[in-house]
DNA sequence: GGAGCGCTGTATCGTATGTTACGTATTTTG
DNA sequence: CAAAATACGTAACATACGATACAGCGCTCC
């Protein structure tokens, strides 16, 4: 039974031709706002003709554009009236593929914040902020994009980020510029590389200090690391899930930023000049 | 300090003739959907003639009515991007650093999902499982580690998957071997790069079918894409958040994994027999 | 490789909508 | 109580909006 509109075109979308489907994307993309506009508006913001935008109503069963649009007031109309019902797709009414793991991992991102204190957090954005060496980061198989996301945004905001990729001689190498004023950042989740453990010792050996992302069961680097956050990752796939660390990635990257916002708006500037 | 229209009204309610008190006050019985009527329905709903109602948008400081549904709608576009369980929950018990930005990732998300229907999920799972052709997936500057993420999975349970790096003028090469059995998975949001949408329309030129995750503002290779997924992506930070397409990202992949069990399972034990 | 079909945009048209002018009613004030 | 000012509705107007006809293009299928 479909009883509104997004499900209608979620239903249809399948079979709509090129530029209706865009229309399609694009009301979807700003639901239902779009569609209370002028046939015009809504045209020029998916970029094709008003006919296009007619024929899309038409497609879905409306006789005019006028009720098209009466219809998606009416929905609003009974969304603003039990605020409690806020769900624009009823509660998950497929038990579906999609929910259960959006649900874990919300959970998974309430449980890996429960255990882990501002304070926690904030000693490493300090520490990260205050630059007093260099700043590596490094994954492994499956996480290293993390470290990448991570260095990508690191590096705009202050000098001397480095992300180290490439085969394990390679970071090896590395390890001589690594002293006891520099941070190393290790995402390592199961199952847990033995390169990235050997290289964490040589590392820590050298008194860098090791900032590690890993899961709740903790990797073996944990026993080198002077911080550890430690996410929670089972959500039911063959995979696991890395969405937690993720956050705590961004979050951290949002504190760093914040810390350095004099100097680093500055360099943000001046970026932008360079483009 | 006045924010919004139905504050507005009851601000000045006292200073207004029977006529438009009665406009204003039908107005507010049922806020706000009466307002994006048509001035006849609005008018003869609230028993007075449409140049009552007009006046009375005039008093309130708009110059025509159109500007006046404008800012009504406005005000709901913002309801609509937070939703209720800001207003629901409690704001938050410890209201350290942490939390805003958690609290909106989760919004994101939840948000991000309410938009996206398991079918169009579904839809691009079968076309990544059914390798016809092969997976190209390449991203933005922040984004590029999120198709490396979704890359590294799918190269496991199935071949062909390649992620497209480096150079600009590398992955320009590799469109010769794109062609209409082929997908190109694409990663962009704001500021979306002209370099990928040059890109983009030589491999749609092509016939490469293309998946893009973007921003809810949909970046321009939406014109191109056959299947596009929004996510939300503002978080109280200078960044923009990435997290919401990420799970999206996760969650396709679960999706595919599921669909390729036989043919997966039997890849994943092959691997893990190199090891 | 050619014929047919379907999709899309341009240009035009009719109309519903917001706007304004004006006359009447109602209230206010001296 | 009278006169003026304000408020309100009717009716005519102009504009902008949605609707439609048509032609060009690309795609698919023989």
């Known amino acids: 039974m479909i009883s509104n509109i997004a499900e209608l075109i979620a239903d249809r ?3 709509m031709p090129a530029g209706e489907r865009r229309a399609a994307q694009t009301l979807i993309a700003n639901y239902p706002m779009i569609g209370l506009k002028t046939v015009a508006e809504f045209s020029s913001a998916a970029g094709v003709s008003s006919p ?10 409306f006789q005019n554009y006028p009720e098209f649009q009466s219809g998606l007031q009416d929905e609003l109309a009974a969304q603003l009236q039990s605020p409690a019902i806020r769900t624009l797709n009823p509660p998950s009414p497929n038990g579906g593929t999609v929910s259960p793991m959006l649900e874990a991992t919300l959970d998974n991102m ?3 914040f429960r255990h882990l204190s501002d304070r926690q957090l904030a000693d490493i954005a300090t520490r990260l902020a205050e630059r007093r060496g260099k700043t590596f980061l490094i994954g492994g198989r499956f ?5 990448r996301y991570m260095a990508a945004h690191l590096a705009v905001i202050q000098p001397d ?3 180290l990729a490439g085969q394990e001689s390679m970071w090896r190498d590395r390890l001589i510029d690594m002293g006891k004023r520099d941070v190393l ?13 050997r290289f964490a010792e040589k590392a820590h050996q050298r008194g860098v200090q090791i900032v590690l992302f890993t899961d709740q069961w903790l990797s073996p680097i944990a026993r080198f690391a002077r911080h550890v956050i430690a996410g929670r990752t089972a959500v ?5 899930s890395s969405a937690a660390l993720f956050v705590v990635a961004e979050t951290l990257i949002g504190a760093v930023t914040r810390q350095l916002e004099a100097d680093g ?3 943000i500037r001046e970026m932008e000049g360079l483009r």
């Open 13 to 15: 979308i399948g079979a």
């Open 52 to 61: 296009t935008i007619l024929r899309f109503v038409a497609r879905l069963g």
């Open 110 to 112: 309430r449980e890996t």
């Open 143 to 147: 996480t290293d994009p993390l470290a």
């Open 161 to 163: 980020v480095f992300h």
């Open 185 to 197: 950042v290790i995402f390592d989740i199961r199952r847990y590389q033995g390169s990235l453990l």
């Open 236 to 240: 039911p796939s063959a995979w696991d």
């Open 265 to 267: 708006a500055r360099r």
